[in-house]
C-alpha cells in the first residue's frame, strides 16, 4: 500500500531533551516536506527536501532539523525541544514538488514538551 | 509573502444543507489552489485542486470549487452535505510569491454536520 508512516504517532517529552520524529514514504517520491498544525493557524511548513541532500527552510524553520540521506526517509529533529514547539505534525510527499503537485500526508504525530 | 484567508472558522449546518466553504489568497501571480480535507482521526487528503484551465473543478465526495481570479478566490462548494462530510477543510495554495516548492495553508474551517 503506498503511504506515509511517521513514527512515534504520540511523544511527551520534556525540554531540551533532542528527539527525532521519523517519516518515511515508499512511493518513490522525490519531494517531501514537514508541517506542524496549531490551532487558528492551519499547517505551517517547517522545511522542504526536492530531493536526496537538498532541503530548504519552509516558513517556521527555527528550532528544527532535518535531513535527506535516503530518498524514502525525512526525520525531522528537534535539538533542544522548548513547550511553544508542542504541536501536531505531519509529513508529506509528492512525487516532484512543484506545481499541482498533490501531496500525501502521513498520519500526524502529537508532541508534547513540558 | 503569500497568505491564505479562510472565512469561516466553524461552520454548523444540517444534513442536506448547501455549503460554500471561502478561500482567499493574496496576489501573487500564477498560482496553483488546493483544497484538503481532515476526517477525524484520518490523514489529510486531497478533495480536489486548480492547476490549469477550466475554473471549475470538481473533486471528489460531490465536491466542487470554482477559481475565480479576479477576486483571488477558490470557494468550496457541496449542494447538499452529509454526516459524513464533518471534518476540517483546509485551502492551500503553491506559486505567486510564495513560490511552488512551498504549500501555503489556511487556517482551516471545521465544519460539523448535524443528522
Known amino acids: 500500500e503506498a503511504q506515509v508512516t511517521q513514527n512515534p504517532r504520540y511523544l511527551i517529552t520534556v525540554t531540551g531533551k533532542k528527539l527525532t520524529v521519523t517519516c518515511s514514504q515508499n512511493?518513490?517520491?522525490?519531494?517531501m516536506s514537514w508541517y506542524r498544525q496549531d490551532p487558528g493557524l492551519g499547517l505551517r511548513q517547517i522545511y522542504y527536501?526536492?530531493?536526496?541532500?537538498?532541503?530548504d527552510k519552509g516558513d517556521v524553520p527555527e528550532g528544527y532539523k532535518v535531513s535527506r540521506k535516503e530518498k524514502r526517509n525525512f526525520p525531522l529533529i528537534l535539538e533542544s525541544p522548548s513547550p511553544n514547539q508542542t504541536s501536531l505534525y505531519f509529513c508529506a510527499s509528492s512525487p516532484r514538488g512543484g506545481a499541482g503537485d498533490t501531496q500525501y500526508f502521513g498520519p500526524g504525530t502529537r508532541l508534547t514538551v513540558l | 509573502a503569500q497568505s491564505v484567508s479562510q472565512h469561516n472558522h466553524h461552520v454548523i449546518l444540517s444534513e442536506a444543507a448547501s455549503l460554500e466553504l471561502g478561500c482567499n489568497y493574496s496576489?501573487?501571480?500564477?498560482?496553483?489552489l488546493f483544497w484538503y480535507v481532515q476526517y477525524p482521526g484520518q490523514h489529510l487528503q486531497l478533495l480536489l485542486k486548480y492547476f490549469s484551465g477550466d475554473p471549475l473543478v470538481k473533486g471528489i465526495k460531490g465536491f466542487e470549487a470554482e477559481f475565480i481570479k479576479s477576486k483571488f478566490s477558490f470557494n468550496l462548494r457541496k449542494p447538499s452535505v452529509q454526516w459524513s462530510d464533518t471534518a476540517e477543510y483546509f485551502c492551500?495554495?503553491?506559486?505567486?510569491?510564495?513560490?511552488?516548492?512551498?504549500?501555503?495553508f489556511g487556517a482551516g474551517t471545521r465544519l460539523a454536520v448535524h443528522p
Open positions: 527536501s526536492m530531493n536526496v541532500e537538498v532541503t
Open positions: 496576489y501573487g501571480g500564477t498560482v496553483n
Open positions: 512511493m518513490n517520491h522525490e519531494y
Open positions: 492551500a495554495v503553491n506559486g505567486g510569491s510564495g513560490g511552488y516548492n512551498k504549500l501555503i
